[in-house]
Structure formats: C-alpha cells, structure tokens
C-alpha cells in the first residue's frame, strides 16, 4: 500500500519539527510571588495520618 503525496509530505514534516534541535533553551525561574506562595502553603500544611486513613489540613 503507498502513501499519498499529502501523507508523505505530512510525515517528512513532522519529523523535521521533532528532529530538529533547539540552539539554546530559555532559563526559566520562578517569580518570587510563586516561592512566596509554596513556601507558606507548606509551613500551613498539616498531614495526620490516622490507622489507614490519611488528614490533610491548611491552617490559615
């Protein structure tokens, strides 16, 4: 069975996209509003574990 001209062309392009390599990737960091946020979400995070069963609870 032969492929299509669209479907040969539509795979020739895909693996163009997928196979190519990126020059440099951006450095992400996170804002310091997110660290903020986690930071206290933890410290408000309280973990009870009671027989099999396991509490969460945020104080706030």
């Known amino acids: ?9 539509n795979i020739f392009y895909m ?3 997928y196979t190519s390599k990126k020059l440099a990737t951006p450095k992400m960091l996170p804002k ?3 660290i903020s946020f ?4 933890s410290k408000a995070l309280s973990i009870v574990k009671v027989g099999n069963m396991t509490f ?3 104080a706030n």
Do not use: C, F, G, V
């Open 1 to 9: 069975m032969e492929l299509s001209l669209y479907k040969k062309t």
């Open 15 to 17: 693996a163009k996209l």
């Open 38 to 41: 986690l930071l206290n979400y």
């Open 56 to 58: 969460e609870t945020i």
């Open 32 to 34: 310091k509003e997110t």
